[in-house]
Each structure stands twice: as structure tokens, then as C-alpha cells.
């Protein structure tokens, strides 16, 4: 048999890759009291690295409770979340808060910024206290991550003196000081106008193209359609993806 005929007829080999972001059968109850509401009632999603995802649906259908799944805010009731090879339900709250700030960036509806910080300050904020490297090497890679967003003439500005869009710039470069493969927003052009929150979109999707997996809420329909998919959630289900 010629070399070109055994290399023919070997059969193919397919390579399974394990998302990104895995969660299986995942419910979450809340209770106060004797009252309990089911927030999440079984959701079973997967999210490839590298891909740029949008979380639709109506108030109160589940979609900051998958979030705070992904990133470990809060623990599921039931199921699995597994996130980057990582079964979080496995980490104490101290291990949780140590690999959310080495892996997963968060930007929120709110700004959050410290008023009496300086731009630059508020986003060399996690990695003093991951106390990464030098003072000097962190304020490095701040500057670095503000000229990304395009703050870099505006580090030594307060929150006060930056427009909404501004503050939110500097809450995305600060979800970016440990520079994570995942990106996670909630809700993070809600407090915008329709201009600024487009520019907002135009930035995820810029970091999406350096290949970080983007995973965000939002209530725009217009903005979501924009997203490689879009994941819808009713009444604690995934109905669509």
C-alpha cells in the first residue's frame, strides 16, 4: 500500500473542545421567611471561548441570577457551574473572591467608582489588592487599560468631572486590570443614553476581537442583536440560544 493510500483511508479523529462557560441544571431559590421564589428553575447553558453573548428577557426572568452564576456572586441552589474548568461550588467564598479577580472582569450598571478617586486610582484598584506586582508596574498596566478605552488624557480626572460614558469607561478598564479571558456586564449600558451606550457596545466588541468571551444583560434589543448570540431567559428558563 502507498504512503498517499495509508493516509487516505485513516479515519478522522474529531477534538472535542469543553466550553468556556457550563452550567448544567442550575436553579436558584430564594427565601425570606416561609416565601420562596425559584429565580432560576433548571437552566442548562453552554458558552464557547471567544464568543460575544447576549442575555435578554423581562424583568425578573433570571438574567442578573445567571450572571452572578457565571461569576460567582452567588451559588446556585442545585446544579453545576463550571466555569474555565473550574467547579465553583467547590471554592470557599475567599477562593470564589480570588479567582473572580484573577479571571473574570465585571462591569455593572452602576459605575462604582470611588468619588474621591482619581481615574487612574479607581482602575489600579484590584490590582492593589491583589498586590500584583510594583506599584509602578500596576499603575502601568491602569494607564495601559485606560488609553484602551480611550481615557488616556483623563487619568487624573474625578469621577465628577467625566461625563456617564466616561465613568463607565473607567469601570471597564478597571474589569480589565488582571486582563481575563471573561468579560461580564450587567446591565452595563443601562444607565447610558442611546449614543454613549452604542460606543459602549463598539468597546466590548473591540475586546471581543482581541479574543476575550463577553457575556452581558441587557434590556436593548437592538444592542443584543448586535451579539454573535443571543440567549433569551423567561421565568427562570433559557427559551432561546
Known amino acids: 500500500m502507498s504512503t498517499t493510500s495509508a493516509i487516505a483511508s485513516r479515519p478522522e479523529t474529531s477534538v472535542t473542545v469543553s466550553p468556556l462557560i457550563r452550567l448544567d441544571g ?21 458558552i464557547d471561548e471567544g464568543e460575544m453573548v447576549a442575555i435578554v ?25 463550571v466555569v474555565d474548568g473550574r467547579h465553583l461550588a467547590e471554592l470557599s467564598e475567599e477562593q470564589l473572591a480570588t479567582w473572580r479577580g484573577a479571571n473574570v472582569g465585571i462591569v455593572f450598571q452602576f459605575f462604582q467608582l470611588l468619588p474621591t478617586l482619581t481615574a487612574l486610582e479607581n482602575a489600579v484598584l484590584p490590582l492593589d489588592f491583589a498586590r500584583r506586582g510594583s506599584k509602578r508596574e500596576r499603575f502601568a498596566i491602569a494607564r495601559h487599560n485606560l488609553e484602551l478605552v480611550g481615557l488616556g488624557a483623563m487619568v487624573d480626572h474625578l469621577p465628577s468631572e467625566l461625563s456617564g460614558g466616561e465613568q463607565q469607561r473607567v469601570a471597564i478598564a478597571r474589569s480589565l486590570a488582571a486582563d481575563p479571558k471573561l468579560i461580564v456586564g450587567d446591565e452595563p449600558t443601562g444607565n447610558l443614553d442611546t449614543t454613549t451606550a452604542g460606543e459602549m457596545f463598539e468597546l466590548f466588541r473591540r475586546l471581543n ?16 442583536a448586535r451579539a454573535g448570540r443571543v440567549v433569551t431567559i423567561r421565568d427562570g428558563l433559557v427559551v432561546a440560544r
Open 26 to 46: 442550575v436553579e436558584k431559590v430564594f427565601r425570606t421567611g416561609k416565601l420562596s421564589y425559584a429565580a432560576l428553575r433548571g437552566v442548562d447553558l453552554r
Open 57 to 81: 428577557g423581562p424583568s425578573g426572568s433570571g438574567k442578573s441570577t445567571i450572571i452572578n452564576m457565571i461569576t460567582g456572586i452567588d451559588r446556585p441552589t442545585a446544579g453545576d457551574v
Open 209 to 224: 476581537d482581541q479574543g476575550k468571551t463577553v457575556v452581558y444583560v441587557t434590556h436593548d434589543l437592538d444592542l443584543a
